[in-house]
């Protein structure tokens, strides 16, 4: 079983930074060879995509956050982040990451993250 652990979520005033992590317990071939993503859901609603990285390091983002996150991987790690700078209140928001491999059905999430900017 593929477990996702999150942290880094937290309190912080418009324009600040947050970075968030997430743990993968999975060998190591499976994550490197895994796409990675970051999700966010707010309060009524739908769980929404911000940011994918893929195997080879290509990295997809939300418009909402282009220029202002960053995605990223650490293979040796087993983890993924999200560097989130200059941080608005409607990025407010419960953070999950995300696992799946490409031709596959099987994905994992992790148990989520709040994030809340204050303005």
């Known amino acids: 079983q593929v477990q996702l652990v999150e942290s880094g979520g937290g309190l912080v005033q418009l324009g600040g930074s947050l970075t968030l992590s997430c743990e993968v317990s999975?060998?190591?071939?499976?994550?490197?060879?895994?796409?990675l993503a970051w999700y966010r859901q707010a309060p009524g609603l739908q769980r929404k995509s911000v940011a994918d990285?893929?195997?080879?390091?290509?990295?997809v983002y939300a418009d909402s956050v282009k220029g202002r996150f960053t995605i990223s991987r650490d293979n040796a790690k087993n983890t993924v982040y999200l560097q989130m700078n200059n941080l608005k209140p409607e990025d407010t928001a419960v953070y999950y990451c995300?696992?799946?491999?490409?031709?596959?059905?099987?994905?994992?999430w992790g148990q989520g993250t709040q994030v809340t900017v204050s303005s």
């Open positions: 999975t060998s190591r071939s499976l994550f490197s060879n895994s796409v």
């Open positions: 995300n696992i799946r491999w490409s031709g596959s059905l099987n994905t994992y």
């Open positions: 990285i893929y195997s080879a390091g290509s990295t």
